[in-house]
């Protein structure tokens, strides 16, 4: 995908959100979409909007997953190569800009900084951000003194250079995926949970439903957005879908007032301070290595083994951070949890029907926060208005996955 081609792609999902539903309704095409994460809730908000009849089920409960323990920046950073994958972000940044406007989503669009510790490794960045800025991409490296403008509470070396992006956002994912299931509900969605999908029901090879632990679901078609889950993608699409899921850790503040604006990803540690004043704080390294980690994540826990534990690792964070933002060491802590990224091999989002069972739709990603609301549209355009989105096919289920480690 080129520039040209995201912005005809851009331009046909525009031409979409203002398109009347297109569906009387005794010709309904009924959805499944199974699981209830920012990505499932966001296809299940512009499905209905396209006039499906939409069923959402979850077998645990809405925005519990990936979506609860998310760092949730929106961006389109040097991280997101190569330049297709990056425009997709820098679409994904441009749905979320619409969606605020339909839905009055809260969303703190204050740029990110960023910088490393080593001088080497800074260098690289900012040939990343000159590529960046060919991109098309509003980021710059800036110096202390603008640093400490945009964050007057940060303490750096006056050595310091970084890197802003100005089009960068962060949101509360848990609160966005409510008011989209809500919308969706508006529209007439119905949503269930505890209810987890089994497996496809198929007629002559065709799928006719969804079979659920309670029940079999009627559907012309389905989406699968069930996020790190290893095994569902290939059990309703016929084919496998590589994941190396990784875990990382978040710790979420109880309400306080403004002490940091931007996204700041700081050496050791990511921050940001949402509208409702909670400061969310990401781990950058993954887990030490050893086999006590090893033995206590192979069932993917999103929760520590107690309380005790997660306030340690919550503990450790607050202090990484306060190293940048000592007004942060006082905060008391609310919430500390284990993510699970949803992470094909290839580190890009698998978006796209299954070309042996094309009623299959797998919305399997990370930046599945940044790309949510895209992924929506791109969902409803494709199933719904049958309007093929060009370029999207790079990121079909049926491709070769080659292993690339990003995050
Ligand atoms: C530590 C961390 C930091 C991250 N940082 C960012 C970031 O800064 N920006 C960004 O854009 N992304 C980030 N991500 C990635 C992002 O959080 C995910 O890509 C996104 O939340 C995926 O949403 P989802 O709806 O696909 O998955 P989920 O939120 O996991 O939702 C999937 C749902 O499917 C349900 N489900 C699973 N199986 C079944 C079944 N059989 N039947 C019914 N329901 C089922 C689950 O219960 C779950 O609720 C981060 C992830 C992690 C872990």
């Known amino acids: ?37 920012i990505v499932g809730s966001s296809a299940a908000y512009y499905l209905s909007k396209a006039g499906a009849d939409v069923t959402v089920i979850d077998q645990q409960a809405p925005a519990s997953h990936s979506t609860l323990g998310t760092f949730a920046w929106l961006n389109a950073s040097w991280a997101k190569q190569p330049k297709h994958y990056h425009y997709l972000n820098q679409l994904g940044l441009s749905q979320w800009r619409a969606l605020q406007a339909e839905l009055s989503i809260p969303i703190d669009w204050h740029g990110s900084i960023e910088w490393f510790e080593s001088t080497q490794r800074n260098q690289r960045l900012s040939e990343q951000i000159l590529e960046q800025q060919r991109w098309g991409e509003r980021s710059s490296m800036i110096h202390a003194d603008a640093i400490r403008e945009l964050e007057p509470n940060i303490v750096i070396d006056d050595a310091t250079v970084a890197a802003f992006a100005q089009n960068d956002g962060a949101v509360d994912p848990v609160q966005a995926s409510k008011q989209l299931l809500d919308a969706a509900i508006r529209l007439g969605a119905k949503v269930h949970f505890p209810e987890a999908a089994l497996a496809p029901v198929l007629r002559n090879e065709r799928l006719i439903g969804v079979e659920t632990n309670l029940r079999t679901i009627p559907s012309d078609f389905v989406v699968v957005a069930s996020g790190a889950d290893p095994q569902l993608p290939e059990r309703f699409s016929g084919l496998p879908l590589p994941q190396r899921s990784t875990p990382g850790v978040i710790a979420f503040s109880e309400p306080t007032e403004r002490i940091l604006h931007s996204v700041v990803a700081a ?33 993917r826990p999103n929760r520590f083994p107690n309380q005790s534990l997660a306030l340690q690792h ?21 919430d500390v949890v284990i993510g699970w990224r949803p992470l094909p091999l290839d580190g890009h989002p698998v978006l796209g029907a299954s070309l042996k069972r094309p009623e299959v739709f797998i919305a399997v990603m990370h930046s599945g926060v940044c790309l949510g609301p895209l992924a929506g549209q791109i969902i409803a355009s494709e199933l719904i208005y049958q309007i093929p989105v060009e370029g999207i096919e790079q990121f079909g289920p049926d491709r070769q996955f080659a292993s690339t480690v990003r995050y």
């Open 267 to 299: 050496p050791g540690v990511h921050l940001h301070q949402r509208a409702d004043g909670v400061v969310v704080i990401g781990e950058q390294d993954g887990p030490p290595e050893g086999q006590a980690h090893t033995m206590r994540l192979q069932n």
């Open 314 to 334: 919550g503990r450790q964070l607050l202090t990484r951070a306060s190293q940048y933002f000592p007004a942060l060491q006082e905060l008391t802590l609310a």
């Open 1 to 37: 995908m080129d520039r040209r081609t995201a912005l005809k792609l851009f331009a046909s999902l525009s031409a979409c959100i203002a398109l009347p539903p297109v569906f009387a309704a005794a010709s309904k095409p009924r959805v499944t979409v199974i699981g209830a994460g």
